[in-house]
């Protein structure tokens, strides 16, 4: 199996933006998902299908994704965005489900 | 309201076996996939295992292939992982989710799975 690539951590000022990368070999070709898992909670979906948003997740999150890079945008950025962050395939070759290595989300 | 419980956590040796239960009350299970996703202590998630609908297919990790059983009871709506010969490699939490959105739309509390060796 493999990992997706993501940066291990990113920091940003408060009501700045978070961009959050992804990358893999042609992933543009591939649905993308994103979770955000804060410290003792489960994960949380936050992105599908690249840039849609399930219910209640604010419109300050969204996501794009092309080439070798999906990316997740996090805009004004607040204290409660401190969490890591997972990307997430699925692999028609091999029918698994991959994860990025996770990036750590910080607000200074 | 969308609700998945795992249970069967717990502390075993290496070597030995454990099953952990998913119970989903909360909606149409039967029209969903479920499947099992763990998180080793301060590590990134990692997918083990997926099962449809009716039961009739089922993927498993490399990691875990061969030594994992999942199984699921539609009458009860429930989904089980049968852990056999466990390794200290396995100790992580471990969470069922609903499958959706070419991801994993509804997930668990977690259970907690520590193998010692």
């Known amino acids: 199996s493999y990992v997706l690539t993501q940066p291990p951590s990113v920091s940003v000022a408060p009501g700045q933006t978070a961009r959050i990368t992804c990358g893999e070999n042609n992933i543009g070709g591939k649905s993308v998902q994103w979770y955000q898992q804060k410290p003792g909670q489960a994960p949380v979906l936050v992105i599908y299908?690249?840039?849609d948003r399930p219910s209640g997740i604010p419109e300050r999150f969204s996501g794009s994704n092309s080439g070798n890079t999906a990316t997740l945008t996090i805009s004004r950025v607040g204290a409660g965005d401190e969490a890591d962050y997972f990307c997430q395939v699925w692999d028609s070759n091999s029918y698994h489900y991959v994860f990025g290595s996770g990036t750590t989300v910080t607000v200074l | 309201q969308v609700h998945l419980v795992e249970s069967g956590g717990g502390l075993v040796e290496a070597g030995e076996s454990l099953r952990l239960s998913c119970a989903a009350p909360?909606?149409?299970?039967?029209?969903?996939?479920i499947s099992w996703i763990r998180q080793a202590p301060g590590k990134g998630l990692e997918w083990i295992s997926y099962i449809s609908s009716s039961g009739s297919t089922i993927y498993y990790a490399d990691a875990v292939k061969g030594r994992f059983t999942i199984s699921r009871d539609n009458a009860k709506k429930s989904v089980s992982l049968q852990m056999n010969s466990l390794r200290a490699d396995d100790t992580a939490v471990y969470y069922c989710?609903?499958?959706?959105?070419?991801?994993?739309?509804?997930w668990g509390q977690g259970t907690g799975v520590t193998v010692s060796s």
């Open positions: 299908y690249d840039k």
């Open positions: 989710a609903r499958v959706g959105y070419s991801g994993f739309d509804y």
């Open positions: 909360g909606f149409s299970f039967t029209d969903y996939y």
